[in-house]
């Protein structure tokens, strides 16, 4: 069960897979947002037909800059690069179990680094727009955009607009809300589901009956490729087929 994302760079995500498949080793990628029940809403009512054809979707998984804990989040050589590879990857693994066989076809992407320019030279956010087979465009937030004074981390919020209804969902958002006077700040105390324990779970014991599945090698691998074409966009500032 590998970290997401899979690897730093394609050639070394498919070096992993084609590893683990001479091996006969399993290979899956921590996805744990696909095990939240916001999100098996959403997919029940896309696999439903109640939402009708989804047209498009607007999503955002934004954060806090993580250097403090995790220097190396922003050494490119390190992790394969900024925002971008860091907050890419969990929606558009949503997306790909969302579309099915209708698999992504170009991505355009846009980058900067005009938050926290004087610490790190890796963008620090982002906007990325992929188009799929069926012709529905998603487009994915991937920006370090969360004050660092924020009482959250961050969080994944999705929008899907369908012929017949508009699906909205909130990952993290099983939260009492308040402000400490203590520290001064809003805070938020969780009460809903523990998702990496779901993953594992479902990793270790297979999934419950109707119930998700982990991610595999193989599907980690489409979401790094949709990562590696936003940079190859973003430098050339055109859409780039996959």
Known sequence: LCEKPLAASVTDGEAM???CRAAGVRLAVAYPVRFSPAYAAVQAAVASGRAGRILTVSGANNG????RAR?????????GGGALMDHTVHIADLLDDLFGEARAVEVYAQTNNLLYADEVAAETGGLVSVTYADGAVATIDCSWS???SHHSWGGLELTVVGERATLEMDAFDQKVHGFSE???RGTEVPFGVDLDELMLRAFLFGPEEGGM??????GGLRGLRIVEAGYASARTGVPVAL
């Open 17 to 19: 897979v084609a590893a």
């Open 64 to 67: 806090a800059m993580p250097t």
């Open 71 to 79: 220097r190396w989040f922003a050494e490119p050589e390190l992790s």
């Open 146 to 148: 969360h004050p660092r």
């Open 182 to 184: 203590r520290q001064g």
């Open 213 to 218: 599945t982990v991610a595999d090698g193989e």
